[in-house]
């Protein structure tokens, strides 16, 4: 190739690896000031402006209302992501399907659900689905395009085939359902684990780089391990399955064959038994949690168990506790904390933090929202101009 043909080709992919540097920093920050991402970009200003205006030129960004003024001079101008490029997401769980539509930066614009009193069908949940998302769809009041969907599943899944391999709660084995649910809403559906969804989101969000998530649903406890930045998945994406951690003698059978298992001996039911409120709670379970008194003790220690194995095991910067763990680690945060502080694990036990999800109800969708826009943000020039 001659000098000059290099030279060009060369420019053009810095050119697009600049204007991915950018938008991957909106995304993550969201709105920001343009002082401030170029500090984060450390490009020159006019680097910045050349860049922006592509952002723009693309619809994928722009101006905000500017900053309040500062000491200096002049008000910063502010850069918002536009809700033209969206991401959308399945939440499928025993107590109904969730869909939304999040935007560059994580923002849920839109959302919507439906209850149901039992496990639905892979059938049922397309459909479901497939209804709510039209509905969003048709409210949206300016032209969007949606880059792809993602199904967050209570269960293992194969993201290169787009099989649910085992969802048991749901009752779901071996089901194509990317397949399925694509032809229903008529658009490309990547699968996910939800422990996996809820664990990137909170590490990319809270800028941590060694993380445990544990989230407590309704169709058992969900997980996922960060290691070094990265989803821990080992060679089979059987690693870091904390939902089997080995923590009572004699707790219930386990599906997985085994017995004492975190996600059995600290389920919902489990938990409703324990506290004496109805089996489909809701709500109620998060109060009656709250107020558990010395009834909570129990679960506090068995819950510790898992967190000392979990400190032992991969010496996280911070345990994620969601769903139904959030209410125990309000009322019971300073017995594991006492609990962790007894371990002989010098240097995990000093540095480990335990937390709510800082992101809310919504740690699904802004989670499939990150690996749903992922070819956008990769190449925002090469993906916005492939055709509709
Ligand atoms: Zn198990």
Same mark, same amino acid.
Request: hydrophobic content about 45%; charged content about 15%.
């Given at each position: 190739m001659p000098g000059s043909i290099r030279g060009a080709a060369s420019a053009e992919s810095a050119r697009r690896a600049n204007l991915s540097v950018v938008l991957r920093l909106l995304h993550r920050h969201g709105t920001t000031s343009r002082a401030r991402l170029t500090e984060l970009a450390g490009y020159s200003r006019s680097t910045m402006g050349v860049l922006l205006e592509e952002l723009a030129r693309l619809d994928l960004v722009e101006e905000g209302q500017p900053q309040a003024q500062r000491l200096s001079g002049r008000p910063s101008l502010t850069l918002a992501p536009t809700d033209v490029w969206l991401a959308a997401s399945v939440n499928v769980d025993v107590g109904g399907v969730e869909v939304a539509l999040t935007g560059i &930066?994580? =923002? #849920?614009v839109a959302i919507d659900h439906v209850t149901t009193h039992q496990p639905v069908t892979p059938y049922e949940a397309a459909h479901l689905a497939g209804e709510l998302m039209r509905g969003l769809r048709t409210a949206q009041r300016a032209p969007t395009r949606i880059v792809q969907l993602v199904a967050v599943i209570p269960g293992r899944v194969q993201t290169d085939t787009g099989v649910v391999i085992q969802a048991p709660h749901l009752g779901w !084995?071996? #089901?194509?359902f990317a397949q399925l649910l694509g032809q229903v809403v008529g658009l490309p559906v990547t699968l996910a684990h939800d422990g996996h969804v809820g664990a990137l989101a909170e590490a990319l969000r809270g800028d941590v780089q060694d993380l445990a998530y544990l989230y407590g649903g309704p169709g058992g406890i969900g997980a996922g391990i960060i290691a070094g930045g990265r989803l821990y998945l080992g060679p089979a994406h059987?690693? &870091? =399955?904390? *939902? !089997?951690l080995y923590v009572s003698d004699d707790g219930p059978e386990c599906y997985c064959g085994g017995r004492g298992c975190l996600t059995s001996v600290l389920s919902h039911r489990a938990l409703t038994h324990l506290l004496g409120?109805? *089996?489909? *709670?809701g709500n109620e379970l998060r109060e009656a949690i709250l107020s558990g008194g010395a009834r909570i003790s129990a679960a506090l220690d068995i819950l510790l168990r898992a967190l000392r194995t979990i400190v032992a095991c991969y010496d996280p910067d911070l345990i994620v506790l969601g769903g139904s763990l959030s209410p125990l680690l309000t009322v019971g945060r300073q017995q594991l904390e006492a609990g962790l502080l007894q371990t002989n694990l010098k240097s995990a036990r000093q540095v480990v933090r335990l937390a709510k999800p800082a992101l809310g109800s919504d740690q699904f969708h802004i989670g499939a929202c990150d690996l749903a826009l992922a070819p956008l943000l990769e190449d925002p020039a090469g993906f916005c101009t492939l055709p509709a």
């Open positions: &930066g994580g =923002r #849920v !084995h071996n #089901v194509p059987l690693a &870091g =399955r904390l *939902a !089997h409120v109805s *089996a489909d *709670a």
